[in-house]
């Protein structure tokens, strides 16, 4: 396994690193019992983001209790626990997120709002940094091959927008998204590397990462509390797929959280 050094280049610009960054952020695990992957960051991309992290992470959870379960999709005891830390809190990002309707079209959609984000948050550059810390971990140390400025960063079943859709704008979000599922669905996906003993609780996040074009671009998925998904395609070399595939090879096992992690 690779060791990092605390006070190596920072994991996503290779700049001098000021402190310690957690992907994804430790704020999304509180009261869990997790093992965070950890890298080196310069103050921009780790203290001056962590205002967004909050935000980002408070949005996904005020989205998904908007969702009332029902008995053939029951929601898991690690989402209601993490629902009840967070919400108390909502009110810290209020000038930032909202409940809109989704469509300014559909009457019958009006009065089911989702969670938007106003403007002046980038989520996908939000995941894309997770993504690099993610790849740091695996190669040892920064890549200056991965320009991160430049990847593609697709959210599934999250639209990145500050205003309600019109009908013909959600229909074609629709359609992209379901021809682009396609396309992720040939792909012989992975589940992704994670840091001894606990990783991090699976409900809460994961990622599974595939290869593709020949295996010339690397492709990672990212899944936030079992419902939002986000996948990040960056154009790699030989030598750092070697390096993600050495990595695996290195882990332990992981092992069970406590019992008493989980709420009732």
């Avoid at 009261?31 to 001056?48: E, G, M, Q, R, Y």
């Avoid at 209020?94 to 106003?118: G, M, Q, S």
């Avoid at 960063?153 to 979000?173: D, H, M």
């Amino acid at each position: 396994m690779n060791k990092i050094k605390k006070n190596g280049p920072c994991y996503y610009c290779g700049g001098v690193s000021v402190s310690i960054e957690h992907a994804p952020p430790q704020q999304m695990f509180k009261d869990f019992s997790f093992t965070p992957i950890t890298v080196p960051a310069c103050k921009l991309h780790n203290t001056d983001k962590s205002f967004y992290d909050e935000i980002i992470v408070k949005a996904f959870l005020k989205s998904i209790s908007l969702t009332t379960p029902t008995p053939k999709y029951p929601s898991h005891p690690d989402l209601h626990k993490a629902i009840g830390i967070a919400l108390p809190e909502f009110k810290r990002v209020k000038n930032k997120v909202e409940e809109r309707p989704l469509t300014k079209d559909l009457a019958e959609l009006a009065d089911k709002p989702v969670v938007h984000i106003k403007p002046g948050v980038n989520v996908g550059a939000w995941i894309t940094q997770i993504t690099a810390a993610l790849v740091y971990r695996a190669v040892g140390n920064f890549e200056p091959s991965i320009n991160w400025e430049q990847v593609m960063c697709r959210g599934l079943n999250f639209i990145e927008t500050g205003e309600a859709l019109s009908q013909q704008e959600l229909v074609n979000w629709f359609e992209q998204k379901e021809t682009y599922k396609v396309f992720l669905g040939k792909l012989n996906w992975k589940p992704g590397w994670y840091e001894p003993p606990y990783g991090y609780p699976v409900m809460l996040y994961r990622f599974d990462f595939a290869y593709t074009y020949k295996s010339k671009n690397l492709l990672i998925q990212h899944t936030f509390y079992n419902s939002y998904v986000f996948v990040v395609q960056i154009k790699i070399n030989s030598q750092i797929k070697e390096a993600i595939k050495n990595h695996i090879r290195s882990l332990r096992p992981l092992k069970l959280r406590p019992s008493n992690d989980t709420a009732n």
